[in-house]
């Protein structure tokens, strides 16, 4: 890969390796907190970002109760088992294996979201995502699609890409996903490489960018600035324009995701995220005065 005058990339590398905390949420779901815990608080736009991933029911089969959000976005990618969501607006759905959810709570709203299964593996991830104080008291809207419609593209031998949002370009071919967020200009990619596969792209310029392995191991950079990353670890990265990535020991799959930076004041109060204390204590009042 090259740009296009002709010169190498600058890869980027890793900075810094989070292997977050074992926590639980809702009514109980047991998950892996990775950003939003003590290690990375934050990783402006992402404020966010768990792994859940059980066989057994009792681990999640309390779900996410009727519970509020103002003044971000929740982005759910469902990888094995079935979830339904409902909110106070009427809306209503179902997550199935390999669908996504890009909710954007904007003024308010009370939503859950709880198994439809009694047994079986349930498997996914759920990312918060910031938005500027522009849009933070905007009308709550949903980006939902089914498994069949996330493209996936195939850009190089034994590489698969399901792309969630943004572009990947392959020979001359862009495949673009179906989620669109002007404000952080999202990439969330899915990514598997087959032993010895191998790798690079270009990351969106000036984007905040990890990549989280849960399967296998993944090698990272390129050169002296390669590092390899072990299953479920989060690697933040930084020092250039792409991504060289490379599956050595066995078959490998990540999530790639990188947002625009909004490089704005955080105020958050468990489910509330403004940009300053009294906007969160008149979203409490909000909230308990039923105007979500």
Same mark, same amino acid.
């Given at each position: 890969?090259?740009?296009?005058?002709?010169?190498?990339?600058?890869?980027?590398?890793? =900075?810094? +390796?989070?292997?977050? $905390?074992?926590?639980?949420?809702?009514?109980? =779901?047991?998950?892996?907190?990775?950003?939003?815990?003590?290690?990375?608080?934050?990783?402006?736009?992402?404020?966010?970002?768990?792994?859940?991933?059980?066989?057994?029911?009792?681990?999640?089969?309390?779900?996410?109760?009727?519970?509020?959000?103002?003044?971000?976005?929740?982005?759910?990618?469902?990888?094995?088992?079935?979830?339904?969501?409902?909110?106070?607006?009427?809306?209503?759905?179902?997550?199935?294996?390999?669908?996504?959810?890009?909710? $954007?709570?904007?003024?308010?709203?009370?939503?859950?979201?709880?198994?439809? #299964?009694?047994?079986?593996?349930?498997?996914?991830?759920?990312?918060?995502?910031?938005?500027?104080?522009?849009?933070?008291?905007?009308?709550?809207?949903?980006?939902?699609?089914?498994?069949?419609?996330?493209?996936?593209?195939?850009?190089?031998?034994?590489?698969?890409?399901?792309?969630?949002?943004?572009?990947?370009?392959?020979?001359?071919?862009?495949?673009?996903?179906?989620?669109?967020?002007?404000?952080?200009?999202?990439?969330?990619?899915?990514?598997?490489? #087959?032993?010895?596969?191998?790798?690079?792209?270009? /990351?969106?310029?000036?984007?905040?960018?990890?990549?989280?392995?849960?399967?296998? #191991?993944?090698?990272?950079?390129?050169?002296?600035?390669?590092?390899?990353?072990?299953?479920?670890?989060?690697?933040?990265?930084?020092?250039?324009?792409? /991504?060289?990535?490379?599956?050595?020991?066995?078959?490998?799959? +990540?999530?790639?995701?990188?947002?625009?930076?909004?490089?704005?004041?955080?105020?958050?109060?468990?489910?509330?995220?403004?940009? $300053?204390?009294?906007?969160?204590?008149?979203?409490?009042?909000?909230? #308990?005065?039923?105007?979500?």
């Amino acid at each position: 890969m090259s740009h296009l005058d002709g010169t190498a990339p600058e890869f980027a590398h890793v =900075v810094r +390796l989070v292997r977050g $905390t074992p926590t639980s949420d809702g009514a109980g =779901v047991k998950l892996r907190r990775v950003i939003g815990g003590a290690e990375l608080p934050d990783l402006d736009p992402f404020l966010l970002f768990d792994e859940f991933g059980t066989d057994r029911a009792e681990d999640y089969i309390g779900g996410f109760p009727d519970h509020p959000h103002r003044g971000f976005e929740t982005v759910t990618y469902m990888l094995d088992g079935r979830m339904r969501h409902r909110d106070n607006h009427g809306n209503e759905g179902l997550l199935a294996p390999g669908a996504v959810q890009w909710m $954007t709570a904007g003024r308010g709203l009370v939503h859950s979201e709880m198994p439809e #299964q009694q047994e079986g593996r349930m498997r996914g991830f759920q990312l918060w995502v910031n938005l500027p104080a522009a849009q933070k008291m905007t009308a709550p809207r949903y980006q939902e699609f089914a498994p069949e419609r996330i493209p996936e593209a195939h850009p190089a031998p034994g590489v698969a890409v399901k792309v969630v949002a943004g572009q990947v370009d392959a020979g001359g071919v862009a495949t673009r996903g179906p989620i669109e967020q002007p404000a952080t200009s999202p990439l969330y990619l899915d990514i598997a490489l #087959q032993t010895g596969a191998a790798w690079s792209l270009d /990351l969106p310029e000036g984007h905040n960018a990890f990549v989280y392995v849960y399967e296998g #191991q993944a090698t990272l950079g390129e050169g002296d600035g390669a590092r390899r990353v072990e299953e479920r670890t989060l690697a933040v990265l930084g020092g250039g324009h792409a /991504l060289r990535m490379r599956a050595e020991a066995g078959e490998m799959r +990540l999530v790639l995701i990188a947002g625009r930076p909004l490089r704005e004041p955080v105020a958050r109060y468990g489910p509330f995220v403004m940009n $300053t204390r009294e906007e969160l204590m008149q979203a409490v009042v909000d909230f #308990q005065q039923g105007r979500f």
